[in-house]
């Protein structure tokens, strides 16, 4: 065994972590139990962070404190169009940072989005701590394919904070794929990996040769995913009920929270029920009629309506990457269905009339890009089957030139690593500088691309127009991270590029960041005195638990309820502030029950005494 | 593999991609794809990822990206033809002896195909629509192979034998959209590679058919332009450089090698009108401005 290594699928709405043991792809249970946590980090009223299935439960109560879908948001710019469409929905307040990208309002502090997933980040860490008995600083990380290079970088600078050395950040449909295909015969196959998410929809050709994986074509809608198939439950239930009682549900932040889980509920249920009934009383008041309830049913014909315009988007990004790899659908091997939003009966029959076969079973759609990712920190770090992953670029990289136009380096699909470069001229004479953008996209226009930096080439040599060359350089590395350098041609000096952040953190944000999150984990771990409180609590917990059946039939014999009433409820108090890790508070309680316990067994013994 | 890379270096340029592939030069796409997956496995920078590579590392990533582009290349039958014809001379006796036998059995193949599409073709009444769906099919399964042409010429003949298939004719079109811009960027890329070596009589004819499979290709009638200029053949340059000039009228360097084409021929208002267009949206252009207090 050598390094310690995780894979991360850090997901719109859940997240999973993996690893390898002993040969075999595992996913790691949380702390709490469960193989799945979801991507929600709230700020309790107490100032506590709280991250998880714990964030995610008291999201009702607290919407404007708890931050969901954060993926969302990551790597982009505050004005480009598609974040202002993001936000609309949000329940939490989004407002714009000093670089042109997002922050979050918690509170009294303002967050970036690789901060609030570097919190998921790190609960995924502790949880992976706990799972090896021993500190895990090396993971492999997933995104969707589509994820541009600002994206990407936000996503690495994640991990960054939450104190792991990204040793790659990898596409989710791949990362499926080498689930898949791990340990499998050495056979040449090409399959197809739809894979979507909460957030994302990516599709993906892939083929595979003894070990190999190749990526042939991949293609996808960054802003496509399970939520809007929620939102499209949510108008449908919060439409009538405005038209009735003329209040827009969805601008009241607790009730939207509480639209949201009961749309997503639904629309989980309608994957094996034909029709479900909605109930959310006390959803609001009026004035005049008092309290307000919404009672609706749905039905999964009424579902597929109303979001058939999304799956056929699916479709279409399906059919386009297709005649990109030059496959016909009839000839894949398999289909991979990845992403919880594929239970959807409507899109797996889509994806059946579209394929002509079913989809692979035997590929767990939550769980199948985190073992993936761990099968990549495997091969990287301890040379695991002689497996290789051969990724592309999905996007086309390029520079503006003159007349607005978009000069194409490094086309999309290209496999990574790669690199190309291209040959500048001064236009000027005696010119110095020269600005040149660098842009991600397909459009031919430069404004329609997205925009990566600007780059200034500073201290060339004064001379007359046309006789300096400057060569710039493009590199794409196996993450799909580009990196740029320039030499001026004539005297081989490499020239100092200066980039201009046109979104995301700075390092120095990024290693104050990381330095305060280290500072939280050193609170949260070594504590021996929460620790000692900890165990008494879980003791005492067993102690009432024991004595439970014979409380309640003293509580028959005279003894009452009362008494078992306050132990119930100081019971449940001291959970919730084990949970929070609310040293102090706890001490209080623990005290509390304990003087409980020594009355409680008094009294049982006088009334045996007594019997 | 030390001595594999030194290997490699020693004989840098002058390895033609099949032998860089380790394949011969009649190689199917699933026998070249398959070399490249195999040879990727040790080239790889991921192969050798946290290991001491010292010296050979950007060694690896050079190799590994050369591979990758003679794999990008050979594996498009466009781009795959317009290598062979341009590298013919240094490829070995036996690869060009191996080129002459894919072209001849591609010959055959084709000839056999040929004749089998006119038999067809002949089909008479409903059995025309199977066998329309036969050649549908047939053309799709030579897509897939990479073989765009024989594709083309399947579909063509199932357009012919049933012409109310919708699928039919879009793939067609998808297809031949397809051929015509592999044509032009293989086109365009021999046209450069040509003009670097200073051929210019060769590079005009590759930038004119690289202009003519992609009629919106600025790139080619500008390269057009430069070698005609080059090669001092002035109304050929003022063609294309009008050309130029109409696909991306906001490019400065276009209209400048325009305005000089039309002073030297003597049509000083048109070269007038010229600088005019380029000083209204380069005010700064001193060459421009230059030439105008020249005239």
Wanted: glycine fraction near 8%.
């Amino acid at each position: 065994m050598g390094e310690l290594v995780i894979g991360i699928d850090l997901g719109t709405t859940n997240s999973v972590c993996a690893t390898v043991q002993n040969g075999t792809p595992t996913v790691i249970s949380n702390r709490t139990g469960y193989r799945i946590t979801p991507s929600v980090v709230a700020m309790a009223r107490n100032g506590k962070r709280l991250v998880g299935a714990l964030a995610r439960r008291q999201a009702v109560t607290n919407p404007e404190r708890t931050v969901v879908a954060v993926k969302r948001l990551m790597g982009r710019r505050w004005s480009a169009k598609t974040t202002q469409e993001a936000i609309q929905r949000m329940p939490y307040s989004v407002v714009a940072g000093p670089h042109d990208d997002v922050r979050i309002s918690l509170g009294e502090q303002q967050y970036s989005p690789p901060e609030i997933s570097a919190m998921v980040l790190t609960e995924l860490r502790l949880d992976a701590e706990a799972f090896f008995g021993a500190p895990v600083t090396k993971a492999v990380i997933t995104c969707p394919a589509y994820f541009n290079d600002s994206q990407r970088n936000a996503t690495k600078d994640a991990g960054r904070i939450a104190g792991l050395e990204v040793i790659r950040i990898i596409n989710e449909p791949t990362s499926a794929a080498l689930a898949y295909g791990f340990g499998k015969a050495q056979g040449e196959r090409q399959v197809a990996v739809f894979d979507l998410g909460g957030g994302t929809f990516d599709f993906t050709v892939l083929h595979m040769f003894k070990g190999v994986f190749e990526v042939e074509a991949t293609g996808g809608d960054s802003l496509l995913g399970g939520e809007d198939f929620d939102n499209r439950i949510i108008d449908f239930l919060s439409e009538p009920f405005r038209q009735k009682h003329g209040t827009d549900l969805r601008k009241d932040k607790m009730a939207l929270q509480r639209l949201r889980d009961a749309a997503e509920k639904a629309k989980c249920e309608l994957s094996s029920l034909k029709q479900v009934e909605i109930n959310l009383p006390f959803i609001s008041a009026s004035q005049q009629a008092g309290p307000l309830h919404l009672q609706a049913t749905l039905s999964r014909d009424q579902l597929e309506q109303m979001t058939a315009d999304l799956v056929k988007r699916c479709m279409q990004v399906c059919e386009r990457v297709l005649g990109e790899a030059k496959v016909h659908a009839a000839q894949l091997g398999d289909v991979l269905l990845v992403g919880g939003q594929t239970r959807m009966p409507k899109i797996q029959e889509e994806v059946r009339r579209l394929f002509g076969k079913e989809p692979a079973k035997n590929v767990n759609p939550d769980e199948a890009v985190a073992l993936g990712a761990s099968i990549q920190g495997a091969m990287l770090l301890h040379d695991e089957q002689e497996m290789l992953l051969l990724d592309v670029t999905p996007h086309s990289l390029g520079i503006a030139i003159a007349g607005g136009f978009f000069q194409k380096i490094i086309a999309k699909n290209t496999t990574v690593p790669t690199s190309a470069h291209h040959v500048f001229t001064t236009v000027k004479d005696d010119q110095t500088s020269a600005k040149i953008t660098v842009l991600q996209g397909e459009s031919e226009t430069s404004a329609d691309n997205e925009l990566l930096g600007e780059f200034m080439l500073t201290g060339l040599r004064a001379a007359p127009r046309g006789a300096v060359d400057i060569d710039v350089i493009f590199d794409i590395s196996a993450d799909g991270i580009v990196s740029v350098s320039a030499i001026d041609m004539q005297t081989g000096t490499r020239q100092s590029i200066t980039v201009t952040a046109s979104s995301g953190l700075t390092e120095d944000e990024i290693k104050k960041a990381a330095r305060s999150n280290e500072d939280w984990m050193l609170g949260q771990k070594e504590d021996p005195e929460f620790q000692d409180r900890k165990n008494r609590a879980e003791e005492l917990f067993r102690e009432f638990e024991t004595l439970w059946p014979r409380l309640t039939r003293a509580a028959h014999n005279g003894l009452g309820q009362e008494p078992l009433q306050r132990a119930q409820a100081a019971l449940s108090v001291a959970r919730l502030q084990l949970a929070q890790r609310e040293s102090d508070a706890l001490a209080g309680s623990l005290e509390r029950l304990e003087r409980m316990l020594q009355a409680l067994r008094g009294a049982l013994e006088r009334s045996q005494g007594g019997a | 593999m030390q001595n594999e890379l030194q290997q490699l270096e020693a004989r840098g340029d002058r390895l033609t991609h099949y032998e860089l592939l380790g394949v011969s030069a009649d190689a199917d796409g699933g026998t070249i794809r398959r070399a490249y997956l195999e040879k990727s496995k040790r080239f790889h920078p991921d192969a050798w990822y946290r290991k001491e590579t010292g010296r050979f590392g950007p060694l690896l990533s050079k190799w590994f990206q050369r591979l990758s582009s003679a794999y990008q290349i050979l594996s498009d039958e466009e781009s795959r033809a317009a290598y062979d014809s341009d590298h013919r001379t240094e490829l070995s006796q036996t690869d060009r002896a191996a080129l002459d036998r894919r072209e001849l059995s591609r010959a055959e193949e084709e000839r056999r195909a040929r004749e089998r599409r006119e038999r067809m073709l002949r089909t008479k009444g409903f059995a025309r629509i199977g066998a329309a769906r036969k050649l549908y099919e047939e053309g799709q399964e030579y897509a897939l192979n990479g073989e765009r042409t024989q594709a083309i010429f399947a579909l063509k003949a199932a357009r012919e034998l049933d012409p109310n298939r919708k699928e039919i004719v879009t793939k067609l079109v998808e297809l031949e959209r397809e051929q015509s811009r592999a044509r032009a960027n293989s086109a365009l890329a021999s046209g450069r590679e040509r003009e670097e070596r200073r051929r210019f009589a060769e590079a005009i004819t590759a930038y004119a058919a690289a202009f003519q499979n992609d009629p919106g290709s600025f790139a080619a009638a500008m390269g057009a332009a430069r070698c005609a200029m080059e090669s001092s053949d002035a109304r050929a340059a003022t063609i294309w450089a009008s050309r130029a000039v109409e696909l991306n009228p906001e490019d400065a360097g276009a209209r400048m090698m325009l305005s000089r084409l039309f002073l030297s021929a003597g049509m000083k208002a048109r070269a007038r009108t010229e600088l005019g267009a380029l000083l209204s949206k380069n005010p700064d252009h001193k060459e421009a401005k230059a030439l105008l207090r020249t005239l």
